[in-house]
């Protein structure tokens, strides 16, 4: 049996550098089976729950053609649609779930519920996102990473926006795991928690990531190889009028990209998604007639550009969730990494 068997993916600082790259390169190599066509039917006959309280395009869509391609059965599980939250408790619904499926993906607000779920079913859970980690989300950034670099050590990322929020906890910590430099690039009210950024200066004196936590944009964006952002409100929060006023100067735009210094097939620009960039949406055009602006964390220039690797990222998310869930509870023999 390997390391993985029957593990849950709660928080990327359950898992070693090596375990967390050998997620990164296995999604490289189902990634590999899937456009070759060659089935990796791993799953066979297992029963995966998918949990979703908040909702999500990306993470419902890669679970669900995940399971299906690696030979399981998915069943969405909506926040209206079972009682979790309402009348049952986590524990409880843990206890059910885990005796009538293999797997559970949960995505929520909170991680003590994503924790409990696996504390009661006995099956593998993963996270997939909650108000503290995005998990799955760094299985798929790491490989669109390394698919565009060779390699992952040494290259140094920066985000830029909302410092406290899941992706931003995710990479700071994720980085410093993996020896990739991370630069958050936030107003000071927005810079990670202390206890976040502890865990982060932790694992970095293990790999020799280097950290930097700035709100200054010429220290900030300089030497960077991936620029990451991500929305400025996250799932759950309504505070747009104190966050477009914080984060206006740490808009992913062709100004901070010039900031780098880096040349040109050195850079690339990274969103999780969804991204606010242009007022084609009703979300657009409501944020558009209340604070007059047309373009959130990211510019539509950037966004379409050349630099631009969202897209390659989103599909990832299948292949990685692949990874991630064949490891943890497939039929297969994964050596010790
Ligand atoms: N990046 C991501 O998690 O997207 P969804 O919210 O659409 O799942
Ligand atoms: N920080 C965002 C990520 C969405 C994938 C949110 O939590 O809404």
């Not at 926040?79 to 949960?106: C, H, P, R, W, Y």
């Not at 210094?261 to 009703?282: K, N, R, S, W």
Request: charged fraction near 25%; proline fraction near 3%; aromatic fraction near 8%.
């Amino acid at each position: 049996n390997s390391v993985f068997q029957g593990r849950s993916l709660l928080a990327e600082k359950d898992f070693t550098a090596a375990e967390l790259e050998y997620l990164v390169d296995f999604g490289l190599h189902l990634k590999a089976l899937k456009k070759a066509g060659i089935p990796h039917h791993y799953l066979e006959g297992k029963n995966i729950a998918l949990l979703f309280e908040k909702t999500s395009t990306r993470t419902r869509s890669a679970f669900t053609t995940a399971a299906i391609d690696l030979g399981a059965h998915p069943e969405f599980l909506g926040a209206n649609d079972i009682q979790l939250g309402k009348k049952e408790s986590v524990e409880d619904t843990a206890k059910v779930l885990g005796s009538m499926f293999d797997g559970i993906e949960f995505r929520g607000f909170s991680q003590k519920a994503v924790e409990q779920l696996a504390e009661f079913s006995g099956v593998p859970v993963w996270n997939g996102l909650t108000d503290e980690w995005h998990p799955t989300q760094m299985i798929a950034d790491f490989m669109t990473v390394k698919e565009n670099f060779g390699h992952l050590k040494g290259l140094t990322l920066t985000f830029m926006g909302d410092g406290r929020n899941n992706v931003a906890n995710s990479l700071l910590v994720t980085g410093a795991i993996l020896g990739v430099n991370i630069h958050i690039v936030a107003p000071k009210e927005l810079h990670p928690a202390p206890e976040i950024e502890a865990l982060a200066n932790k694992f970095a004196a293990e790999s020799g990531a280097h950290i930097l936590i700035t709100d200054d944009l010429d220290e900030g964006m300089k030497g960077t190889n991936i620029i990451y952002t991500d929305v400025w409100v996250s799932m759950g929060e309504s505070n747009w009028e104190e966050r477009v006023k914080l984060l206006t100067p740490y808009q992913v735009n062709m100004a901070a990209l010039k900031k780098t210094g880096t040349p040109d097939g050195q850079l690339i620009v990274m969103h999780c998604l969804p991204a606010f960039h242009d007022t084609t949406t009703e979300y657009g055009k409501e944020i558009e007639a209340k604070y007059g602006i047309t373009e959130m964390e990211i510019t539509d220039e950037v966004f379409r550009s050349k630099y631009g690797r969202q897209f390659e990222e989103a599909e990832n998310r299948m292949h990685s969730i692949k990874a991630i869930m064949a490891a943890t509870l497939g039929n297969l023999f994964i050596p010790r990494v």
